[in-house]
């Protein structure tokens, strides 16, 4: 896991290095804290709710606790089109001067309207990795790479600034029985796993 539990409470000296997920619901809470687990790394479960139940500031107050990185936070608008308590407090997260974000786990929907993001891959509820569009079942339904859903879209604001690399999944905890927690959530846990491997590689020295 390279040098991720380099920061601890006892140093406030260096950035704390978080990875988004645009997706708090319960199932999705159970299977984030589930893939966090599985890479080493801290979930403020806190941040779970339908919509986000707590500010931007909290959140930061709440990764500044945790025991070591990388923290994987959740956001969630609820099912809105336009900019929600969980779009709001992601974007304050991600410009936070003392948060770097190592990438972001963007979550399809049914929401209409929404205008998306583009994600710089996606990963398929088979565990496919492609260059391309899922829905929230995890299917690939198009080449186009972008994903539709009710918090993701404030992400083309911030990419290539405060966001780095943007993964695309479906429905977090569901598609189709296949991120189950019971079954180690296995896409959710693979899609962190690329988002580390990318930033350590980017990192390296």
Not at 68 to 84: A, L, T
Request: charged share 25%.
């Amino acid at each position: 896991m390279g040098n991720t539990n380099s920061n601890t409470n006892g140093n406030t000296n260096k950035k704390r290095r978080v990875i988004l997920v645009t997706d708090g619901d319960r199932a999705a809470q159970k299977a984030v804290e589930t893939a966090a687990r599985n890479i080493g790394g801290r979930c403020i479960s806190a941040s779970g709710g339908n919509p986000t139940p707590i500010n931007g500031e909290k959140i930061i107050e709440l990764i500044k606790q945790a025991q070591h990185d990388p923290v994987v936070v959740m956001f969630d608008d609820k099912g809105s089109s336009h900019e929600g308590k969980g779009e709001k407090a992601l974007e304050y997260v991600a410009r936070h001067p003392e948060m770097e974000v190592m990438g972001v786990l963007a979550v399809a929907s049914n929401t209409e309207s929404a205008q998306g993001a583009k994600v710089d891959c996606a990963v398929t509820k088979n565990k496919e990795v492609i260059k391309g569009q899922v829905d929230k079942y995890g299917n690939t339904v198009s080449v186009n790479s972008i994903i539709r859903g009710d918090t993701v879209d404030i992400l083309d604001n911030l990419k290539g600034g405060e966001v780095p690399y943007v993964v695309g999944v479906g429905d977090i905890g569901k598609m189709d029985g296949n991120d189950d927690p019971v079954k180690g959530a296995e896409i959710t846990t693979k899609a962190l796993q690329m988002i580390i491997a990318r930033w350590e590689g980017h990192n390296k020295g």
